[in-house]
């Protein structure tokens, strides 16, 4: 059980957000031999972020992040009916070439939903899936890619059982993601998604990321979000391990603490459009993210070189010009650079300039804060 105070109030998030009955799909309505959908869904940056979690992929603490435009994957799932087997029967291609390396993760994925997605023993399944961005760029794309089979198993769903709201599909995809990789979670809306439960976000939960409630100021239309390519070889340390290293970390509880008041000013920022407040929390976060991988038992370090050079000149940067540029970092050594419309020109400028030459081949890549899930 999780209980936060802020205010003198205390709220208990287990009992009221815990009801998983709602996601098992009634038996099918329609007969459906065969259809096929593509989702193209995106990436997502968080500004609070997730560390830690318990099973079944319940989050430590409450996140939110800023849904991406331009680095996506687009996915198709051919389905065919069949006689209802023990497990789920898929193939996997991607980019064109069969991956059997990928199957593991997404076999274990259809086993933890087959409960809520009955459907998927009753199809022999083709999925079909190519990313925006350079494939091994460093650049997670377990958001993106469990979110677009998220939607293109909702897509089916909705055919077999008509009637489904928006909302509750939506609903849906995020709780079916957040099983295969829980920041997927936050990649089927946008522009903000809180996933996990938090006394200030009405309506949040631990089990489904939910598009963030109140006005958000003009400051943060059209965000941009520039990510600089620093190191495209694979982590040394995956997600999986990291968020398990949590698991009797000396400063979990702090930290679990300290990333839901975080949320709580993140959530206030959001609405008065402070800048500079903005800056200060989402660099804080990433820091401390990188914190806890320094301070875990075994201990590690995601950061380069590069990683450091590019945060000084954006510090320098910023300190220059009265500029809101800022970095945050996911769990790697790439750097993705967030700021405000209004100084596009100037930033990336100094991106061109001054940045590239931190960045493996001087790669980097454009994006912005987009919508969320699409259907091809
Ligand atoms: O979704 P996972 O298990 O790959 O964890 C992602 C965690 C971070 O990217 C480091 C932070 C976040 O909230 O996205």
């Not at 099983?179 to 939960?205: D, F, M, N, T």
């Not at 380069?304 to 010009?321: A, D, F, M």
Request: glycine content about 4%; proline content about 5%.
């Amino acid at each position: 059980m999780k209980l936060f105070s802020r205010n003198s109030f205390i709220f208990d998030t287990n009992t009221t957000h815990l009801n998983t009955a709602q996601f098992i799909s009634e038996s099918s309505l329609e007969k459906i031999e065969k259809a096929s959908f593509t989702w193209q869904t995106p990436s997502n940056i968080a500004l609070i972020k997730y560390w830690g979690k318990s099973n079944p992929q319940i989050p430590k603490n409450a996140s939110i992040s800023f849904t991406l435009n331009n680095c996506h994957t687009k996915t198709t799932i051919d389905f065919l009916k069949k006689e209802k087997s023990m497990e789920a029967e898929f193939k996997l291609f991607f980019e064109g070439k069969e991956k059997a390396e990928f199957k593991p993760k997404i076999a274990e994925f259809f086993k933890r939903i087959q409960q809520y997605c009955p459907y998927v023993l009753e199809y022999d399944m083709t999925i079909h899936s190519e990313n925006s961005f350079p494939h091994s760029s460093g650049i997670a794309s377990s958001a993106s890619g469990l979110s677009a089979i998220a939607m293109c198993l909702i897509s089916l769903e909705a055919a077999l059982n008509p009637g489904l709201t928006q909302e509750f599909i939506n609903k849906k995809a995020s709780f079916l993601a957040r099983l295969g990789s829980g920041s997927a979670s936050r990649s089927i809306e946008g522009p903000l998604v809180v996933w996990g439960a938090h006394p200030e976000i009405e309506g949040s939960s631990d089990l489904f990321g939910v598009p963030f409630p109140y006005k958000v100021h003009p400051n943060f239309n059209n965000y941009k979000d520039a990510i600089l390519l620093v190191d495209k070889g694979e982590k040394q340390v995956s997600s999986t391990i990291g968020h398990n290293l949590m698991i009797d970390h000396a400063y979990a509880e702090n930290r679990f603490k300290q990333a839901n008041e975080n949320l709580s000013q993140m959530a206030d920022i959001l609405q008065s459009g402070d800048l500079k407040a903005f800056v200060s929390l989402v660099e804080s976060e990433a820091l401390t993210l990188h914190a806890m991988m320094l301070t875990s038992i075994p201990y590690f370090i995601l950061m380069k070189p590069n990683t450091l050079e590019v945060i000084q000149k954006v510090w320098q940067y910023r300190q220059e010009n009265n500029s809101n540029l800022c970095f945050t970092l996911d769990a790697g050594a790439n750097v993705h650079l967030l700021y405000p419309e209004s100084e596009e020109a100037p930033v990336n400028h100094f991106i061109e300039n001054t940045l590239s030459p931190f960045c493996e081949k001087k790669q980097y890549i454009y994006d912005h804060v987009g919508a969320g899930a699409k259907q091809v």
